[in-house]
């Protein structure tokens, strides 16, 4: 299957006993080079390679934090359950205890737990930009939960799902998976362009990770570094004028 146009239309129910966050850990959506194996990442092996959506429903670093009486900033608070999607190359970790945010690419809030109605994923991957869109209003409508440009994925991994619960329980259902191969029109020269991708990877991920809490600059750390930049070259460039006039004004006296 070429992996220039993919899609997995996910349907699932998320469901259980558990109030106010007591229940866990969610499931995933696996496109990876390794079959499924045991681990602790949704049910599957860590330091994948390839990509994982997560339908995360346990906050572990909110949990984590409140037990420490700190709280989120505002701008870093993510609200769960959260649908989030990584991708590894084998070597990267996933976090659970931050529930994966030093590698998250984007993602969404994503009320599913306990629904009459029906709730779905849909995960696209047409010419290196991954898209996740939800359904799960009941209302039919497809909205809009990450898009991300520049993801590279080899052609021919497995696709797979898993679950996990821990010391919190939930029913995990899947109750279809769906996969189709989109059609691509590309031009001659994008044919000829295209390289073989063998490990994947995610172009700017530095500046993907930007408005999280994880490396990269804010706008606003970016604003104000420039501003005290340009404000420091102008006391420079004053304290200069100064010290010119006075040397000059000095070697006239001595002139005369
Ligand atoms: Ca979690």
């Known amino acids: 299957m070429s992996p220039e146009g993919l899609g997995a239309a996910v349907h699932f129910k998320i469901h259980g006993q558990g109030k106010k966050n007591l229940n866990g850990d969610g499931l995933a959506v696996w496109y990876t080079k390794e079959r499924m194996q045991k681990g602790p990442v949704f049910g599957n092996t860590d330091f994948f390679t390839g990509l994982g959506v997560f339908v995360d429903t346990y906050p572990n670093e909110e949990k984590h934090l409140e037990a420490q009486k700190r709280r989120y900033t505002p701008r870093t608070q993510r609200i769960f359950p959260y649908v989030l999607a990584m991708v590894g190359n084998g070597s990267l970790a996933y976090d659970h205890e931050r529930?994966?945010?030093?590698?998250?690419?984007?993602?969404?809030?994503?009320?599913?737990?306990?629904?009459?109605?029906?709730?779905?994923?849909?995960?696209?991957?047409?010419?290196?930009?991954?898209?996740?869109?939800?359904?799960?209003?009941?209302?039919?409508?497809?909205?809009?939960?990450?898009?991300?440009?520049?993801?590279?994925l080899p052609e021919g991994y497995y696709f797979g799902?898993?679950?996990?619960?821990?010391?919190?329980?939930?029913?995990?259902?899947?109750i279809s998976l769906k996969l189709y191969q989109l059609t691509v029109l590309r031009s001659k020269q994008e044919e000829e362009e295209e390289e073989e991708i063998l490990i994947p990877s995610v172009d700017n991920l530095e500046l993907l990770r930007a408005d999280g809490s994880e490396g990269g600059m804010s706008g606003i750390a970016i604003f104000f570094t420039v501003l005290f930049s340009l404000l420091g070259c102008f006391l420079l460039l004053a304290i200069g004028i100064v010290l010119y006039n006075y040397w000059s004004e000095n070697s006239r006296k001595r002139f005369y």
Not at 134 to 145: A, K, L, M, N, T
């Open 99 to 152: 529930d994966g945010r030093p590698t998250e690419l984007g993602g969404c809030t994503a009320m599913v737990r306990n629904l009459k109605h029906d709730t779905f994923l849909f995960i696209r991957y047409v010419r290196r930009r991954l898209t996740i869109m939800i359904d799960i209003d009941g209302q039919h409508e497809w909205r809009d939960c990450l898009d991300i440009p520049g993801v590279r």
């Open 161 to 174: 799902a898993s679950a996990i619960t821990g010391d919190l329980s939930d029913n995990h259902d899947l």
